[in-house]
């Protein structure tokens, strides 16, 4: 390895193993020594645009002094203490404000330490319900096609069985079923045929309302939403939002099922995960919250109808001060004008990437830019070109994006969309011989 390296690097590389990484043919991972607004400093002095706020969570910039403060003193009062059995104020505090800024009857709060164990909890609860309502044969989920919920083995069962990495674990993964997004009235038909036939084995619809994440980036509009939820009623089956990346702004609205709701208060699920951007991305922390019904099947003199489960560390107490200091932000800073603002620079400096080779499409949706193309390859070149440009971008699937911080300035944003031409013009002729 070069000597420009720190020796952390160089000496520590040898002893990591990095996420989705084929270690033996990726390049070094970007050296990171600090993090302030919405910019990364290298080791080596340069600086990075982070245009993906540390994936989706960075919700007000890094480094934000009120959320460091208010983990600073939760710190040294209490850093942690288990959750079984003991409860404490920063947990409830935070229960009480979730349930009051969740749309509808979801009230009850469940917390996790990451989204994925958000999921499996969500997986756990739906199961539950049933059978606790004498429906014990009622252990599935229907998913959709480029839907990603999470990497543990349930929620990866949940996974596009195509695009995600099903295929390395097959028989090993919880059997479920999988669909496309129902888009026009003859698909919302079949798509009911689908639920009304498995009905009695199916616990639970999951879906990421609006924007589909890492499993594609793909949109879709409120009707279609509005008509799963509707589905999800007629036939009896429990609706479970994944609002892991969309939730806390991303799409324009506190969450993105808030843009369908209007008339139409079916779509508020009957159970929610929300993660990610929950704690400004400063502390690993996720919930899943359940409407009063949900919890209700569980609530009994019977203990064997409680739910079972309790990560080590759950509602750890920072991570609950810095979830309610970025509350407090959301309500004292114009964060949903921001994103906005962000929605309409995006849509306008983004648009004349349309006419470049091998663009498939362009699409916007709060603050969510996405170029999508035929097909991604030169991966690392690609990150190379955007560090050269100043921006950290990292391309997946088959789509260039950016998330950026909800708080980045125009200039910033700017700096990102032009990259995004610029880059993807340049790929666009690399053949692929070069690799
Ligand atoms: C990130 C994400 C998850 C998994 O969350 P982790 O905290 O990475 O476990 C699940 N669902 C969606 C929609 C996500 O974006």
Redesign the pocket.
């Known amino acids: 390895m070069s000597s420009d390296l720190p020796d952390w690097q160089s000496i520590g590389y040898e002893h990591i193993w990095m996420p989705y990484c084929q270690m033996k043919t990726a390049p070094l991972p970007a050296a990171v020594v600090a993090a302030e607004g919405v910019r990364l400093e290298l080791a080596d002095g340069r600086s990075l645009i982070d245009s993906l706020a540390s994936?989706?969570s960075v919700c007000h910039g890094y480094s934000h002094p009120y959320v460091i403060d208010a983990i600073d003193q939760q710190l040294r009062r209490m850093s942690h203490v288990m959750f079984g059995g003991i409860n404490h104020e920063p947990a409830l505090r935070l229960a009480e404000r979730l349930a009051k800024l969740l749309p509808g009857d979801l009230n009850r709060v469940f917390f996790a330490d990451?989204?994925?164990v958000a999921?499996e909890v969500a997986m756990k609860m739906a199961i539950g319900y049933w059978r606790n309502h004498g429906q014990s044969s009622r252990t599935q989920f229907l998913a959709f096609h480029n839907a990603?919920?999470?990497?543990t083995t349930g929620?990866m069962s949940l996974c596009d069985p195509k695009r995600s990495m099903h295929a390395s674990f097959g028989d090993g993964l919880l059997q479920q079923l999988h669909c496309d997004l129902p888009g026009t009235p003859t698909a919302i038909e079949q798509f009911e045929r689908l639920i009304a036939q498995h009905r009695d084995r199916l616990a639970g619809v999951f879906i990421?309302p609006l924007v589909q994440?890492?499993g594609g980036m793909r949109f879709h509009s409120v009707e279609t939403l509005q008509a799963i939820a509707a589905c999800c009623r007629k036939h009896d089956v429990l609706l479970i939002s994944?609002e892991?990346?969309t939730g806390f702004g991303r799409t324009g609205s506190m969450f993105a099922i808030e843009q369908a709701m209007v008339d139409h208060l079916e779509v508020v699920p009957d159970i929610m995960c929300i993660?990610?951007a929950m704690t400004a991305g400063m502390l690993p922390m996720?919930a899943t919250i359940a409407s009063d019904d949900v919890f209700a099947a569980f609530y009994d003199d019977d203990a064997g109808r409680a739910l079972m489960h309790g990560p080590t560390f759950m509602a750890n107490p920072m991570a609950c001060a810095a979830a309610n200091a970025s509350l407090d932000l959301f309500e004292t800073e114009p964060r949903l004008q921001q994103v906005h603002e962000i929605e309409q620079q995006l849509t306008e400096q983004l648009e004349r990437c349309r006419s470049l080779d091998r663009v498939v499409d362009v699409r916007v949706k709060g603050a969510i830019g996405v170029i999508q193309v035929d097909r991604l390859d030169h991966v690392d070149r690609l990150r190379d070109a955007f560090t050269q440009r100043g921006v950290w971008l990292r391309p997946f699937g088959d789509c260039i994006y950016t998330t950026p911080p909800l708080v980045i300035g125009q200039d910033d944003l700017t700096t990102i969309t032009d990259a995004m031409f610029a880059v993807t013009q340049d790929w666009a002729t690399w053949n692929d011989a070069n690799g």
């Open positions: 994936w989706w990451s989204g994925s999921v990603y919920h999470g990497d929620a990421e994440g890492a994944d892991l990346a993660g990610k996720a």
